[in-house]
Each structure stands twice: as C-alpha cells, then as structure tokens.
C-alpha cells in the first residue's frame, strides 16, 4: 500500500514557475515508478510525465516537453515535478501516481493523490 500526497500548487503568472511535491508513504516506494497527471475543468485526464524507479528513465507528453521537470528522491520518497514557462493552459489539478511499471496509462496507476491545484493567470 502507497498514499501520495502532493503539494505546492497555487496561482501563477504566465510564464512564471511552481514545482510540485508528491510525498510517498511505505518503504517500498523506490519500487515504483511515478507519474503525474492532470486534469482541466471539463477535460479528460492526461499524461504529463512519468519516471522510472530509480530515476533513469523519465518521460514526458509532447505538451510539457522541455518546460516540466520530474525528478525524484527516493531516500525522501518524494517525487517533483518542476513547470517553467508556465501557460495558461497548464491550468489543472496535478495528481501523481505510483506503479510497478513505467507507464504513460493512466488506468494502470495503482495508486493516486488527491490532487493539487495549478491555476495560470494572464
């Protein structure tokens, strides 16, 4: 069993900068990869990166690529997720999630945070 909580969202300006926490719970947390998703106000949720157990492998969808950082601490259990160049339309609820496997799928995430919320102004 693994609870996540995230933190660190908030409001920012466009083109500004926020970096993301997720804190992990058990002691097998070097075992999972860990994603990040999000999800707009009446859109479905989406890809934003993911990174390998042991941080060798890091994926990112099209849309962050060369904006958002994932790094992960596993002596912390704690993975970031780093935006800069925020847009407006980063705008979401961030949520990350831990699997066994080292995935861009949403349904084969395990286990999920509650969210938090990343709001872009102009």
């Known amino acids: 069993q693994v609870q996540l909580v995230e933190s660190g969202g908030g409001l920012v300006q466009a083109g500004g900068s926020l970096r993301l926490s997720c804190a992990a719970s058990g002691r097998t947390f070097s075992s999972y990869a860990m994603g990040w998703f999000r999800q707009a106000p009446g859109k479905e949720r989406e890809f934003v990166g993911t990174?390998?157990?042991?941080?060798?492998?890091?994926l990112y969808a099209d849309s962050v690529k060369g904006r958002f950082t994932i790094t992960r601490d596993n002596a912390k259990h704690t993975v970031y997720l780093q935006m800069n160049s925020l847009k407006l339309e980063d705008t979401a609820v961030y949520y990350c999630a831990a699997d066994v496997l080292f995935t861009v799928v949403a349904a084969r995430y395990d286990y999920w945070g509650q969210g938090t919320q990343v709001t872009v102004s102009s």
């Open positions: 990174i390998s157990s042991n941080g060798g492998r890091v």
